[in-house]
């Protein structure tokens, strides 16, 4: 009998399935924020707890955020091998691989959210822990601004994944417009900063790698709502208009 289809193995498949999904839960869902332990809520949290390090001033909680980064290093690995394990026993074809990949480049996606979280918390450390000039609260406001906007991306992000739902999914690919133009916002209203006081040139230049990266959160959420998109309905809505992609969730479903 083929392998795919013995009762038994469908369903041990199924659980190997299930448990590279919950790597992706481990990375990013919205689990209990007060447990540094647990690893289910470890992509959103590491984004909450790098800008508070900011907001704080506190570059010794930022050097946890920092070494927490390994936590979701080793889910990233951990899921590899996973795949690459459940590919070689079984042997997916046609939609198992797709979602087995789909769900691979989701991880990717919360590993490189990890990545951004930790390049905000050294900022923290270099305005803080240096014994240098610190910014002043006002030229930080966007970055809390920005921060809030990519946070309720993420979110939601990965409440689309947990439900499979296309809606929310179309909902984060919908927003990262409007995080981009609060990224620009953000970069005039420094360029103000800069020209009322030149003294202000190098925490400019510092606050905007912390844009940056938030920017790019909001991008991996925008992402992964794709890839939520393309697990529903196996439509690849990567480089496509928004209005495009209304129409081919709306025409697959």
Same mark, same amino acid.
């Given at each position: 009998?083929?392998?795919?289809?013995?009762?038994?193995?469908?369903?041990?498949?199924?659980?190997?399935?299930?448990?590279?999904?919950?790597?992706?839960?481990?990375?990013?869902?919205?689990?209990?924020?007060?447990?540094?332990?647990?690893?289910?809520?470890?992509?959103?949290?590491?984004?909450?707890?790098?800008?508070?390090?900011?907001?704080?001033?506190?570059?010794?909680?930022?050097?946890?955020?920092?070494?927490?980064?390994?936590?979701?290093?080793?889910?990233?690995?951990?899921?590899?091998?996973?795949?690459?394990?459940?590919?070689?026993?079984?042997?997916?074809?046609?939609?198992?691989?797709?979602?087995?990949?789909?769900?691979?480049?989701?991880?990717?996606? @919360? &590993? !490189?959210? %990890?990545?951004? *979280?930790?390049? +905000?918390?050294?900022?923290? /450390?270099?305005?803080?822990?240096?014994?240098?000039?610190?910014?002043?609260?006002?030229?930080?406001?966007?970055?809390?601004?920005?921060?809030?906007?990519?946070?309720?991306?993420?979110?939601?992000?990965?409440?689309?994944?947990?439900?499979?739902?296309?809606?929310?999914?179309?909902?984060?690919?919908?927003?990262?417009?409007?995080?981009?133009?609060?990224?620009?916002?953000?970069?005039?209203?420094?360029?103000?900063?800069?020209?009322?006081?030149?003294?202000?040139?190098?925490?400019?230049?510092?606050?905007?790698?912390?844009?940056?990266? @938030? &920017? !790019?959160? %909001?991008?991996? *959420?925008?992402? +992964?709502?794709?890839?939520? /998109?393309?697990?529903?309905?196996?439509?690849?809505?990567?480089?496509?208009?928004?209005?495009?992609?209304?129409?081919?969730?709306?025409?697959?479903?």
């Amino acid at each position: 009998m083929n392998e795919m289809t013995d009762g038994h193995i469908v369903k041990a498949y199924s659980e190997e399935l299930d448990r590279i999904n919950q790597l992706v839960v481990d990375l990013g869902d919205l689990g209990d924020l007060g447990d540094l332990g647990d690893l289910g809520d470890l992509g959103l949290d590491q984004l909450r707890r790098a800008v508070k390090t900011i907001k704080d001033e506190d570059p010794k909680e930022a050097g946890l955020v920092i070494d927490r980064d390994r936590e979701l290093n080793d889910i990233d690995v951990k899921a590899d091998e996973e795949i690459i394990l459940l590919i070689a026993k079984r042997q997916p074809v046609a939609k198992d691989l797709r979602d087995i990949l789909t769900v691979q480049k989701v991880i990717t996606d @919360l &590993e !490189r959210v %990890g990545d951004e *979280a930790r390049k +905000i918390a050294n900022l923290t /450390i270099h305005f803080y822990g240096n014994g240098q000039s610190q910014p002043s609260r006002e030229i930080l406001r966007d970055i809390y601004e920005m921060a809030s906007f990519a946070d309720e991306m993420l979110a939601m992000s990965m409440r689309a994944f947990n439900e499979l739902d296309t809606k929310i999914a179309l909902g984060v690919i919908g927003q990262d417009q409007s995080l981009y133009e609060e990224f620009r916002g953000a970069l005039r209203r420094l360029s103000t900063f800069i020209m009322e006081d030149s003294r202000s040139v190098g925490h400019a230049v510092d606050i905007v790698l912390a844009l940056r990266a @938030l &920017e !790019r959160i %909001g991008g991996h *959420a925008k992402n +992964i709502g794709g890839h939520v /998109i393309f697990l529903v309905t196996g439509k690849d809505v990567r480089h496509e208009d928004l209005s495009v992609i209304y129409s081919e969730v709306e025409n697959s479903l």
